[in-house]
T-cell receptor, first 113, second 113 residues
């Protein structure tokens, strides 16, 4: 079985500060890794994905994430956040042997002016 | 290119009733997945359809059923609605050969009273 743990339910940060949202996963098989963002009253938007290759992945809106296989982590980072980054962020995995996404419980990023 | 669309946007039903939710996949995508997102939680996988056949199912009872049509659009049907079925229902479509790469619609908010 697989599981995804997002260690922080809420992350408050001031505008232009750096931020890291943490994600750890557990799986007995290899997985693809994803980060999605959900703005209020909207669906999920794909921020970035790791399928293979370089462990540092760049996504949209200035976000990046690094896959660490030994620590089974896939933390999301942004060097300087904007008010518009306020949203819910979900980490997800898709095991190689299935076609479904398994999500964490989400991290609410709140950016203050 | 048209993204994933869902209808209706909101829906209110009474316990015991039946509901049908609809999803149009993104152009060129032949796989559709459905997820249930309860308030404050991450999305949970319901099932996936590929070329009109169910291709994987999550831990949901049989009263959750679906269809995929030749144009790859899809329906989610829920019978005998329960209060706990109140949630945001998300549809995601995937391009051929990449079922793990899922692009989400805006969702349908279902409230069961």
């Amino acid at each position: 079985a697989q599981s995804v743990t997002q260690l922080d339910s809420q992350v408050p940060v001031f505008e232009e500060a750096p931020v890291e949202l943490r994600c750890n996963y557990s799986s007995s098989v290899s997985v693809y890794l994803f980060w999605y963002v959900q703005y209020p009253n909207q669906g999920l938007q794909l921020l970035l994905k790791y399928l293979s290759g370089s462990t540092l992945v760049k996504g949209i809106n200035g976000f990046e994430a690094e896959f660490n296989k030994s620590q089974t982590s896939f933390h999301l980072r942004k060097p300087s956040v904007h008010i518009s980054d306020t949203a819910e962020y979900f980490c997800a995995v898709s095991p190689y042997n299935t076609d479904k996404l398994i999500f964490g419980t989400g991290t609410r990023l709140q950016v203050f002016p | 290119e048209t993204g994933v669309t869902q209808s209706p946007t909101h829906l209110i039903k009474t316990r015991g009733q039946q509901v049908t939710l609809r999803c149009s996949s993104q152009s060129g995508h032949n796989t559709v997945s459905w997820y249930q997102q309860a308030l404050g939680q991450g999305p949970q996988f319901i099932f996936q359809y590929y070329r009109e056949e169910e291709n994987g199912r999550g831990n949901f009872p049989p009263r959750f059923s679906g269809l995929q049509f030749p144009n790859y659009s899809s329906e989610l049907n829920v019978n005998a609605l329960e209060l706990d079925d109140s949630a945001l229902y998300l549809c995601a479509s995937s391009p051929g050969g990449k079922p793990y790469e899922q692009y989400f619609g805006p969702g349908t908010r279902l409230t069961v009273t």
